[in-house]
C-alpha cells in the first residue's frame, strides 16, 4: 500500500494546524465536528466504491424497481383510439 498521499495529507493538516496557533487563530470548525464531517465523507466514499464493484447501474434499477408494475389498463383494444371513452366534464 502505497502510503504517501496519507503522509502528505498529514503533513499538511499539521502545517495549517502550526499556522493557525501562529495566529492565534482556532480551525474554522470544532475538532469533533470536523472529525465526524471527514469520516463521513469516507465511509460515503467507500459505500460507493463498494456498490459500484458489486452492482451495475443495471443491477440497481432493477432491484430499485423490482415488484413496481408500470403498466395502464385499457380497454378491449388498446390500439384504437376511438374505443377508449373520455369521461365528459359537467
Not at 465511509?43 to 459500484?52: C, D, F, I, L, N
Request: proline content about 6%.
Amino acid at each position: 500500500m502505497n502510503y504517501t498521499p496519507y503522509l502528505v495529507s498529514l503533513g499538511i493538516g499539521l502545517g495549517v494546524g502550526v499556522l493557525y496557533a501562529l495566529l492565534g487563530t482556532r480551525s474554522p470548525a470544532p475538532p469533533v465536528i470536523a472529525l465526524l464531517g471527514l469520516l463521513g465523507m469516507l465511509v460515503g466514499e467507500t459505500a460507493v466504491s463498494w456498490a459500484k464493484s458489486k452492482f451495475t447501474v443495471q443491477e440497481a434499477a432493477a432491484h430499485c424497481l423490482h415488484g413496481k408494475s408500470f403498466a395502464t389498463a385499457r380497454s378491449g383494444n388498446a390500439g384504437n383510439a376511438a374505443d377508449m371513452s373520455i369521461p365528459k366534464s359537467s
